[in-house]
Structure formats: structure tokens, C-alpha cells
């Protein structure tokens, strides 16, 4: 072949991979425009013709409101904390259930509800529904909080719920006094309104969440399971309404969690002979130990943003962010790589990127001339959807890589099973209905929790677990969870009580509404 030949040939082939190059980019961006245009995952059932139930409804007035938040900072003023996994305030544990019953004097009195102590502290009820086929749900909340110290810098007391322009602060606020007394307040105001269920439900008020419910939420659930109680769903705390905290996205947004991290403590520890200080080894465990934990943090787990529930969580929320976003959160399939770095730049997002790993406590030394002969560290590992404590736990030792430091998981759990949020999951279908009826401007989408919750016991109970509570979180408010100045407003407290007044009388329908059915009537 001549030289002007194989240039001709070089030409065309050159001609032909830069066209298919052409054409593969304008094929992927005529799918990603097309997806842009035709997602929508948010009809569902909004339009369906709903059964009736003839729902009272909660007009507040002046007096009620008085009652309601009196009641709200009673129980914030009573210090309910959690401090140990050993360690309990007993004492105010005991004072919250007397005032439970002054304060909710219909519900401990009513002959359709059955109320009972778990666990010394915990509290079990049984609100019967007139129509016992119907399968029963559940209710949580939790009665503890964990400590909070005026001295971090606390607007208020962190137990005086004092209120500044419009807000409650106190520890418990959001987490999770709001809703047990939301819960409860709502239930008694049904119960004077004479309203009786037609299906049946429990709540459950655990003592201990925040050191892991092992007294209150697992002797709840060995309660039911012994009575051979089955669940229709459960509901937690958890996801919250986010309004201005997830960028770019116009308007509020009220995430479902249907899923919770796994968690994992693994400990990190050196030893070595321990010696005179006069006379250091070039590495003492405190320095091997350092650059182990040095290396996990520059070196964090991997993205996996899109492998869990978290990617449905943009998909739905797609229509309601501006271009380019929009384009981007409607094809995650192509734009999942760049989103996570945008996401994993602010630690609240980045928690939906991938497993996060928090170095908790450091621990070495006893004198200051004695070499050390142990340094331990602890590592709180918050696991993603697609990943599990086996997994997590390879990962740790390959990046250590250092044969001196010791890795051991202490405790852990992997990720919780996802519970359905299509149209035929009857708990997430209503909780939905509930907050569009009540915040029409919201849109609704399925999420993770990235914390955990007491719900995360009742997996035997039920398939569908969902974590979440109508408080309205703005810009700086997620770091007010079990952080310094948590409050919440009281007209966002009221909406609570009528949150859960109306979810559960819409519980009360006997299924849901048939899908599409609101296509047939258009
Ligand atoms: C990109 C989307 C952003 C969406 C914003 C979401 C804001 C989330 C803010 C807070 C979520 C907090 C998680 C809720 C439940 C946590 C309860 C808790 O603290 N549990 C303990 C349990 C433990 C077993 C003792 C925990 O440490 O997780
Ligand atoms: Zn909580
Ligand atoms: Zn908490």
C-alpha cells in the first residue's frame, strides 16, 4: 500500500470512531433528555379515589393551645437522659411516667386503650380498633435523651424549655419528646372527641434509644412477639421535612426513611514494652496508632451514592430542582459519579454518599516519662445500604495496613432491610397522603436514615419499617440533633399533634386505593 494510502485509511477509521463517538454522546443525551421530560414518580396515588372514614379534624383553640404547650415543656423539663449504655436517670424516667398520666389523663383512662409498663420504664399501648381483621400498625417514640450541657453554648437551658420568639429549645425537642408527645396528645384529643378505631394499633415509648433500646424496645417487641403480634408497619423517628437544606432543590421536602445504615464499633489498639521516656523507640503506639487513624481519614470508604434508597430519594425530588440539576438528578444512571462529589463536600450529604467513619475516642498514656504500652482508639463506622460490617471491616485493615495495630469489631449491624414505597405500601402510602393533606407545597420522597432507631428491633414484626417526623428542619438545624440549641417552634409542635390526629384515623381505611385508579377517572 502506498503512503498516501494508509493515510486515507488512517482518515477513515479515524472518521468512523470519531462518529460513533458522536453518536453514542447524542444517543446517551437524547436519553437523558427524554428521562429529564417523562420522570415523574411522584403521581402515585394522590389522585385516587381514597375510601372514607369520616375524619374528625383538630381546630386548636386558644385554651388548647395553652394546655398542649404546658404540657410540651413539662416534659422537656424533665431530664430523661440516656448517659451510658450502663448509666440511666431512673429518677426522671419515674417522673415522666407520672406525668404522663396527668397529662394525658383520657388515654390512661379510656376503656379502648391497654396500657402497660416494659421494662420498668418503657410504655405499651393498645388502642383497639372496632374491626379486628384489620391488620394492626405501630407507633414509636422515645422517652430518653442524651446529655446536653448549658456550658457548649446553649441559648437557653438546655432542660428549661424556655421559649425565644416562637421556639421551644431543649434537649429532647427533636429528638424525640416532639413526637411521643405529639403522638400521645393527638391520641387523647381523638379519644375526647370520641373517636374509636376501626383498626387497631400500639404505641411504643422506649426508655433507652439512645443507648440502644435493649430494656425498652426489645422487651417491647418480645411482648408482641409472644402474643404472636404481626405488624402492618411501624413508625419512627427518623428523615425529617428538609426545607433549604438539600441545594438546589426548589421548595420543602418531606423524606420517608425506608431504611437505616447498619453501624459497626471497631476498636483500634497498639501494643507495645513500655519503657523510659529518656530513652523513645522511633515509634511509641501512640504515634503507630495516629497515623492508623490518620490513614482512615484521609482515606474514607468508597462512594456508592446510587446503590441504596438514597438514589430513588433524587429521582423523586428530580422534578423540583432547576436545570442543569434537574437534568442531572433525572439520570443518575449517567451523572451518579458527579453528584457524589458534590454531595460528600458538607458532612450532613455526604452521609448519603457512603459508609462514614468517625474516630471517637483515643485513649494511651499514664505518666508523662512513661512510654505507653497501650493506645486504643474507637471507630463509630455509620454503614451504607450497599455495604456490610464484614465488608466495612476489610476495608479498615487494608487501609491501617499495618500489622502492629490490632483491628476488632466490637459491635455491629449491617444496614436494615428497605421497606416498600410504591403504591401498594400501605404505611408509606399513608404517611405520604398525611403530610400532602397537611403541606400541600411539600413533595414527598423516599430516603435513609442515617442514624438509627429503635424501629431497627422490630424487623420480625414487620417488612415495613419507615423513619419519619413532620419537624421541619431548616439550614442549621440537623446540627441541633444531639447538638447545642435544639428547639422547635410551636406552631411546628402543633402541627405534629394534628400530623399524627389525622394519620391515624387514615389508617383507617381498610386498603389502599387501587393504582391508576386516577388515570380511569381523568
Ligand atoms: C442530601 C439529603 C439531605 C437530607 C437532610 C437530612 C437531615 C438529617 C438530619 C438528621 C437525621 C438524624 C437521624 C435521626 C435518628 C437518629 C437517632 C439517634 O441518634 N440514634 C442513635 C442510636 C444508637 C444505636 C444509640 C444513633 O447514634 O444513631
Ligand atoms: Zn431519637
Ligand atoms: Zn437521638
Known sequence: MTESGSKLRIFKILKIIISSLLITVLLLFTIAAIRTLSLDVNAGLQLAHWEKTNNKSLVIDHHQREELLANFKEAIRIPTVSFSNTESNTTALLEFDRFLRKAFPTVFSSSLVHHELVGNYSHLFWVKGSQPELVPYMLLA?????PASESDGWEAPPFSAKEIDGFIYGRGTIDDKNSLMGILQAL??????????????????????????????MNIVRVLKQRGVQLLFVMDEGLTISDGIIPGLEGPAAL?????????????????????????????????????VKRLEDNPMPRLFG?????????????????????????????????SRILERKPVSNAFVRTTTAVTFFNAGV??????????????????????????????????????????????FDPLPISGADEKAFGFQIIKKTVLDLFPTVTVAPGICIGNTDSRHFVDLTKNIYRFSPAWFKPGDPERFHGINERISTKNYEEMIVFYFNLIQNCDIRKLPEPHSSVHEL
Open 307 to 339: 446503590y441504596g434508597p438514597e438514589g430513588d430519594t433524587f429521582e423523586h425530588l428530580a422534578h423540583k430542582f432547576s436545570f442543569p440539576l434537574k437534568f442531572i438528578m433525572s439520570n443518575l444512571w449517567l451523572f451518579s459519579p458527579l453528584l
Open 367 to 412: 505518666k508523662i516519662n512513661v512510654i505507653p504500652s497501650l493506645a486504643e482508639a474507637y471507630v463509630n463506622l455509620r454503614i451504607h445500604s450497599a455495604q456490610s460490617v464484614e465488608e466495612v471491616l476489610d476495608i479498615i485493615k487494608d487501609t491501617v495496613g499495618d500489622q502492629r495495630v490490632k483491628v476488632e469489631l466490637v459491635d455491629g
Open 142 to 146: 422515645h422517652i430518653d435523651v442524651v
Open 188 to 217: 387523647e384529643y381523638l379519644l375526647l372527641k370520641g373517636y374509636a378505631p376501626r383498626r387497631g394499633f400500639y404505641i411504643g415509648l422506649g426508655h433507652d434509644e439512645e443507648i440502644n433500646g435493649l430494656n425498652g424496645a
Open 256 to 292: 420517608i426513611g425506608l431504611s437505616e445504615k447498619g453501624q459497626a464499633a471497631v476498636k483500634l489498639s497498639v501494643s507495645v514494652a513500655p519503657g523510659h521516656a529518656s530513652m523513645p523507640p522511633r515509634e511509641t503506639s501512640i504515634g503507630i496508632l495516629a497515623t492508623a
